[in-house]
C-alpha cells in the first residue's frame, strides 16, 4: 500500500469507508425481525460489546462444529436472535455492520488461537494456501511467501494479511469483504472461485487471519 | 445503492473554532455511485447516467465554493477546498444531482 493510500485510509475525513460505518452504526439500532429487537437491545454500545471481537474471527462455531466469519456470526443473530432474514453476501446492510464491528476493534491485535478443536479446519485452510491451482497452476503462497515484495503487472506483491476486512479498494470504488478479495486472486490464476460462504472459503480465512495474528486490525482499510 | 430509502450520506470535517482571517480547510465526502452512464450491463444493456451534477458551500449565506461534476468522477467524491474564516456563524453545504439526488449538511464555526 502506496503512502497515499494509508493516508486516506487512516483519516476519517478522507476514508471512503466511514459511509459505509454511519449506515453500519444505525442498522446497529434499527429494530428488525419477528423478534422485533436491534442489535443493540441485546448487545448495548457496540463501542464496548464489540471491542475485540472482530479480533477473534473466523472463529469456531460449536453449535455446527465448523469455523464461522463475522459475516456468519452477523447473519446467525439475525436469523436466530432477530428473526430476521440473513442479509445477503457482499450487501450493503452486511458489509456496514461488519465494518462497524470491525471498526470498535481498530488498533487491536489479532488474536486467532489455534487448539485441537481448530486445528483440523486451520490445516485445511493452509492446505489450500499452498496447493497449485488453476490454468496458471499457481499456490498462493508462491506469490505471498515467496515473492512478496516483488512486483505483479506494476503492482507490489503484498503477504496477504488480512488486516482490514471490509475494505473500501478504489479499483471497486467500493466497499467489499475478504471473500471477494480472495475471488480475485483465484481468478487470476484462473482458478474457480468457491462459491462465498462455502466451508473452504471460511477455512483459509481462517488459516490467514491465524497467519496474521497478533498484527493490528485496521478495519475499514483502503486498498489500491 | 442510492435507490429509494437509502439515506443519502454525507461526511463533513471543518475545524470548530478558527482565528479571523485564518484559511481553513474543508473536507466533504458523499456517498454516491457516480454511474457514468457509459457503462452496460453484461446484456449490453446501457445502464443510465445517475451522478452528483452540483456542489455548493455558502458561508452565512454567501457562496464560497461551487462545483459542477461530470461523468467519470469516482464513486463517492471527496472534494476539499479551503476559504478565509471571515466571521462566526454557518456553512451549509447541498449537493445535488440525478434521479432527484440531494443531501444538505450544516456546520457552526466560530471565529476568534
Known sequence: ?224 | MNGPGRKARVVVHLPQQARRGEIIEIRTLAGHDMETGFRRTQFGELIPRDIITRFACSYNGVEVFRAELHPAIAANPLITFSTVASESGTLEFRWSGDNGYAATHSAQISVV
Open chain 1, 1 to 224: 500500500m502506496g503512502r497515499e493510500t494509508r493516508a486516506m485510509q487512516d483519516d476519517d475525513a478522507t476514508n471512503p469507508a466511514v459511509l459505509w460505518l454511519l449506515d453500519g452504526e444505525a442498522l446497529w439500532s434499527r429494530k428488525a425481525g419477528e423478534a422485533a429487537k436491534a442489535c443493540a437491545d441485546c448487545h448495548g454500545d457496540a463501542r464496548s460489546s464489540m471491542k475485540g471481537a472482530a479480533a477473534r474471527y473466523p472463529g469456531f462455531y460449536s453449535a455446527k462444529e465448523k469455523i464461522i466469519n463475522l459475516d456468519q456470526r452477523v447473519n446467525l443473530c439475525r436469523i436466530e436472535r432477530q428473526q430476521a432474514p440473513a442479509f445477503a453476501y457482499e450487501s450493503r446492510e452486511l458489509l456496514a455492520l461488519s465494518a462497524y464491528i470491525g471498526r470498535q476493534s481498530r488498533g487491536m491485535p489479532i488474536d486467532i488461537k489455534a487448539d485441537e478443536t481448530t486445528k483440523p479446519f486451520l490445516d485445511a485452510g493452509r492446505a489450500a494456501f499452498n496447493r497449485r491451482q488453476g490454468q496458471l497452476n499457481l499456490a498462493c503462497s508462491q506469490c505471498h511467501d515467496d515473492n512478496w515484495g516483488k512486483s505483479l503487472a506494476g503492482n507490489p506483491i503484498p503477504q496477504a494479511h488480512p488486516t482490514g476486512y471490509p475494505i473500501y479498494r478504489l479499483e471497486w470504488q467500493g466497499l467489499g469483504s475478504l471473500q471477494r478479495r480472495l475471488r480475485n486472486c483465484f481468478i487470476g490464476v484462473r482458478a474457480e472461485p468457491y462459491a462465498y460462504g462455502a466451508p473452504e472459503f471460511v477455512n483459509l480465512e481462517f488459516y490467514l487471519m491465524w497467519r496474521a495474528r497478533g498484527m493490528k486490525l485496521e478495519t475499514p482499510a483502503v486498498r489500491p
